[in-house]
């Protein structure tokens, strides 16, 4: 079970003490017992992982005097158990196989804790509870076949808990949603407490218990491995040909003495070097009454570092297909981060027919970034770093999915709400823009989840307490790597996608009628492409559903954009028509471009909006521009009934920054529009 897998390491130590030491008097032959001694307690200690929170108490052990210098009394080893408990049951059936840089070992478990072909969580959750001492497994490796004489040289792989082979990770609560709108506990049910109720069946949630657990399907069009089983997912960091052996162990008591075929490799398994590859579990939710068009499959992807915190960790993800899908198009991606305690299963909005889209599942919670190096040991929140595994994990989801469905991956829109931001702040050159739709958290101060006290526990237990001592790999402290407001400011030099978003800017003040924030206002001051709306008229610009074309705004006249991760854009800034106000609250909002065209000598774009802006191009292909170039520049305005008086054309000349940035400063933009033009300075 991977819920247990993660944590197995951390609950041996917590049970068995000092570990497992060479066989004592009383042992049996191979059986191997822990030392015992009397310990002082010391201070409490707790550790989050998987939802799981585990306090244990660090012992001192007692002080020793040194042993008189006399010959040890030795005696043969008896045949027979070791006192408080028998050498448990060999495990049988063991096989493994490797594809794509992964080894899926399997065997048949001793004594399984669950027998139904079906269980539920609750079912699951119930049986590790009633069995704390319940048969483990002990996985080795070797380079030569395992037997009972060389064990002790095999590498110790890994200790595997009960029920491993269940995808428990993959409850999810909109499963629960949808069968409360087939047979809800009581009338009115979804809409009790304002709709509120059920955003609180999350995870761990008492009405998660009737979630039915599947088993993993582990080959490609293959069946769930069969009840009874234990699963372990290796990813070997050299190629090779090695052996595998799989023993159990109870109360302390390893069975090192049965070794034979049944649990050890006749022959080795042939290994490469790789990231694995999802494999397919299924169809996934369906309506109940109402889904958009396709069927959605579901893939789980096995996880190792530097795309996990810890070996064998399962993440589930969702895949929507449309169905009537031209053969040999290729079609844009929506990449949906869901928000709360929704997940993977069933995303709460397609923004394109024709797009394939495609939803992980932030499980266990590591706010779409990663985790500590001690999160989920007992190790100090000192010892490590941060580590961005989730958001690795996504990328090579994205390049496996390239691979396998007809993805154009230069149109990837990533969707969400505070981790969609992060991620496309953090990978810039994987997305064509970003629709954030609205920034966590329910704070009474700030908007952003991170900047919501309630949820600082959380964040803490994936990253560690906020602290100038806790970084993250690349030196970001006080959980800077989630702060957007200092990630608006990183590396000017390299272009943002577009980051459209509707609602208040991240770490602004919670106040009526207000919307500015330090990301707003610093993705101005880095001349980064950002266009953002929280009045009452104004919503997020999204792509029009049946063509995919962005749509800038409508009531301008502005045709649909067809943005790609290679489309040149602009960055606007210090605009006349920005305003923080109830009724037409906005950044950049009212300001669209169209027609851009560019050669290595001239760009050329017209401009919508009514107002007056700073303009910076942004990605740009052709017409690149050298620091320090001096650059000509002109506009055309059009002319529009509206005007008063005819608009007057404008130019100037720039001078490109250090980086090859320039900015037209000041541009005026009539009713009608104008044509800006920029050349290279003769």
Known sequence: MQHWAWLTPVLVALTFSAGLSAATDDAAPGAHRPTRATFTAGPEVTRYGEGLKITFTLLTPPKTTAPKATAPKVTAPKATAPQGGAVPPQVTGLRAFHRAGQTFITWKDVAPLIAAEKPTWGEIRRALAGAPDAVTYRIYVHGEPITAGNIRKAERLADV????????????????????????????????????????????????????VRRFVIEEGGEPVPAGSGLYVHHPTKAGKRYYAVVSCKAGVENTRDVSKANALADPVTETVGPGEPVHQGPGLWGPYFDYPGRRQVYVQWCAPPLAPRPNMAFNWSVLVPPDLEKGRKAPVELYLHTGNFSYAKPRKKYMRGSIQIAPHDYPFSGWYGFHDACGTPKPWSDGVVRNHTQRRIVAFLDWAAATFPIDPDRVVVCGSDGAAMLAMMYRDRFAYALVSGFGGRSKTHHGRVLDPDQAERFASAWGPRSPDIKDEHGRADWGWAMLDRLALERPDASMPLIVCEGASWGGVRQYGKGYGPFYTNMQEARQPLIAGFGWDTKLITPDYYTGGWQPRQHLDAAALDLAQTTPILAFANSSASAEKLQHGNVNYKHVWNNLEETPERLRVTLAGAGTVDVTPRRLQRFTVRPGEHLAWRTEPQPDRRDKQPPKPQSGTVTADGRGLFTVKGLEIPAGGTVLTVTRSK
């Open 161 to 212: 808990g009960p029920l491993s082979a269940y995808n428990v990770g993959g409850r999810n609560t909109e499963y629960l949603i949808g069968r409360a709108m087939i047979q809800p506990d009581e009338m009115g049910e979804l809409a009790r407490d304002y709709n509120g109720y059920m955003y609180t069946w999350g995870m761990d949630s008492p009405r998660m218990d009737r979630y039915p």
